[in-house]
Every structure is written in structure tokens, then in C-alpha cells.
């Protein structure tokens, strides 16, 4: 699987927009760009994922770039709650493929 | 749907001691199951990948004696973490794959077992 690279940490004030970047320059046709977060001491949750076209659900947006090299995870409306440390993971979505994560970016959403 | 339980959610045990923790899918039937751990302030490392009635596969680096992996059944995975000693404590978090979600081949996650080695 593809490697991603995130930048370790961001803030975002409560209520804004939070624009979490990531590249994924080697990414493969077949391999998915997957968001995930995990709040502290508790185990990842899915967010929301995408192959080429940007995608939307009750948590996030997932913005892709044409080329897939890179990818924006959109959390419109921040609260408290939303701070976490949040992974991007490229993966082929086939049977058996396990879950590989890096460093993450850990977001810190203020009052 | 796609719910994950692990138990215990904490445990302290005495150095030398063996742990085990438990892996349940609740709601779907998982035909692979994975195990992680998680040090502070690091992200989780991949342990070992089960698939049901067959042997783990452990990545490079853990040692299968120590870290027994039992997947016994499809909704039932258990991890033992054998003579453990004070560098094992760790969270240990488990995800369970079974041919459910958007793409059909989405990992969901437990919450999380924190295992304190004194």
C-alpha cells in the first residue's frame, strides 16, 4: 500500500472549517484513500473514504485531487469534540488487506 | 451496524502473569480480525492478522509464543499475552474484516484494551 505524509498537528477554532491535508504521491489506481480518527484512548473510527471522486457524508467531505496525489479532509462545522488524532490511509480495498497507519495529524479544535 | 467489543476494556497483572483479551464482532461475522498495539504517543503498529479456523500471521518483529492468537469462530477472536512483563503494557486494539461496508472490505475497530504490566 501507498505511503500518505501528514503534518503532525493543526488547529482550528471551534465552529470553522477544519482542512486536513494529505499526500499520497504513489498512490496506485486501485487503492482507496481512507480517513480515520481516534480520539484518546479509544480505537479508530471510520470517517469516510474515496477512490477518484470527492465524496460526502454526515461526518466529512473528502476532497481528491485529479491526479490522486493528494487529498483534504473536510470537517465543515469543528466542535471540541472533533479534536483527535486523524489518519490517512491509501489501501487497496480487497479481502484480508489489513490497515496500515502512520503518524496522523493530531487536531486541536479551541473555544 | 459493524460493532467491535473487546474485553476487558483495562487490566492490571502481575509481571510474569498471562493476559488474554477478547475480540467480538457483534453483528456481522468476521472472517478476519487484526490486532494492534499501541504505545503512548506513537500510532498503532499492526501486530498479527487472523483469519477464522486458520493460524495467525504475525508481522516481523512480534514474537508468536508470546502474543497467542486464537480466531476460533467468526464473530471471536482472542489475543494472550503470555509471561507478560512491564514493557508489554501497551493499548491493544482489534479490528474485524467480513465483507461489510461501502466497498465490502471495511476494517471496523474495537475500543480498545489497556494492559498494565507491574
Known amino acids: 500500500d501507498a505511503k500518505t505524509t501528514q503534518p503532525p498537528s493543526m488547529d482550528c477554532a471551534e465552529g470553522r472549517a477544519a482542512n486536513l491535508p494529505c499526500n499520497h504521491s504513489?498512490?496506485?489506481?486501485?487503492?482507496?484513500v481512507y480517513w480515520y480518527r481516534q480520539i484518546h484512548s479509544q480505537g479508530p473510527q471510520y470517517i469516510i473514504h474515496?477512490?477518484?471522486n470527492n465524496e460526502t457524508n454526515e461526518m466529512a467531505s473528502l476532497i481528491i485531487t485529479e491526479d490522486r496525489k493528494s487529498s483534504t479532509l473536510i470537517l465543515p462545522h469543528a466542535t471540541l469534540r472533533d479534536t483527535a488524532v486523524y489518519y490517512c490511509?491509501?489501501?487497496?480495498?480487497?479481502?484480508?488487506?489489513?490497515?496500515?497507519f502512520g503518524a496522523g495529524t493530531r487536531l486541536t479544535v479551541k473555544p | 451496524g459493524a460493532v467491535v467489543s473487546q474485553h476487558p476494556s483495562w487490566v492490571i497483572c502481575k509481571s510474569g502473569t498471562s493476559v488474554k483479551i477478547e475480540c467480538r464482532s457483534l453483528?456481522?461475522?468476521?472472517?478476519?480480525m487484526f490486532w494492534y498495539r499501541q504505545f503512548p504517543k506513537q500510532s498503532l503498529m499492526l501486530m498479527a492478522t487472523s483469519n477464522e479456523g486458520s493460524k495467525a500471521t504475525y508481522e516481523q518483529g512480534v514474537e508468536k509464543d508470546k502474543f497467542l492468537i486464537n480466531h476460533a469462530s467468526l464473530t471471536l477472536s482472542t489475543l494472550t499475552v503470555t509471561s507478560a512483563h512491564p514493557e508489554d503494557s501497551s493499548f491493544y486494539i482489534c479490528s474485524a474484516m467480513g465483507g461489510y461496508g461501502p466497498t465490502g472490505n471495511e476494517q471496523f475497530f474495537g475500543p480498545g484494551t489497556r494492559l498494565t504490566v507491574l
Open positions: 474515496g477512490l477518484k
Open positions: 453483528d456481522f461475522q468476521a472472517t478476519t
Open positions: 504513489t498512490i496506485s489506481g486501485n487503492e482507496y
Open positions: 490511509i491509501v489501501r487497496v480495498a480487497v479481502r484480508n488487506n489489513d490497515m496500515r
